[in-house]
């Protein structure tokens, strides 16, 4: 059964506009990641965050936590052509239990 | 940087054939995964291996099989292919024995059709 579901499915901004995807998961976690697909290659990972933390950064990622909504928002500040691809949150319930949602198809236009 | 470098990028095999699906990862890392990827359903995870020998069923075992001999070499099987497993096959490694703060390397994926 799918834990992280990404919304929206599809998304697409201009260069240099935000972009926001968010994950909703059903259970406890350890903790939660976001990957990126770009197409017809396997999965980057890009982004941990431990289910004590509420808030990360990575360069232009922000990830935030909300544990009492199971819910986590991966934000990209001013997109780039080259952040089309799909991003799969992750969740980490325990030992190597990995479940991963069905994707964000993000695509920035130039 | 690692690098997890899968047999074959595509693939096409008949009905009933027995199939493998190679994976070798340079990093030395004690975990192996192997995943299926079908649209609109993410990634399901098929098989795991913490160890040389070792293997733990994932959420969807059934019709495939895995070895992994040595530790850089995971391989998956098919033991009699069927058309509900083409699909694009992932295989992964991550670092460290019971460790799940580590990310998953992922190799560029096996796109496998079944005729």
């Known amino acids: 059964s799918q834990q992280g579901e990404e919304d929206p499915q599809a998304l697409s901004i201009q260069e240099g506009e935000n972009a926001t995807m968010n994950c909703s998961y059903k259970t406890s976690i350890n903790n939660l990641q976001w990957y990126r697909q770009n197409s017809g290659r396997g999965l980057v990972h890009l982004i941990l965050i431990r289910s004590n933390e509420r808030e990360k950064h990575s360069g232009r990622l922000r990830v935030t936590l909300d544990t009492s909504k199971k819910s986590s928002s991966l934000l990209i500040t001013a997109s780039r052509a080259a952040d089309t691809a799909s991003y799969f949150c992750a969740t980490v319930t325990g030992g190597f239990k990995t479940i991963f949602g069905a994707g964000t198809r993000l695509f920035v236009k130039a | 940087d690692v690098k997890v470098t899968q047999s074959s990028r595509y693939l096409v095999k008949r009905t009933g054939e027995k199939v493998f699906l190679e994976c070798v990862q340079d990093m030395d890392h004690e975990n192996m995964f192997w995943y299926r990827q079908d649209p609109g359903l993410g990634l399901r995870l098929i098989y795991f291996s913490y160890d040389v020998k070792m293997k733990e069923k994932g959420d969807i075992p059934e019709g495939y099989s895995v070895s992994r001999e040595k530790k850089e070499r995971f391989s998956l099987i098919l033991e009699s292919a069927s058309t509900n497993q083409t699909s694009m096959y992932l295989c992964?490694?991550?670092?460290?024995?019971?460790?799940?703060?580590?990310?998953?390397?992922f190799g560029d994926g096996t796109r496998l059709s079944i005729l």
């Open positions: 992964a490694s991550s670092f460290g024995f019971d460790r799940d703060d580590q990310p998953q390397h």
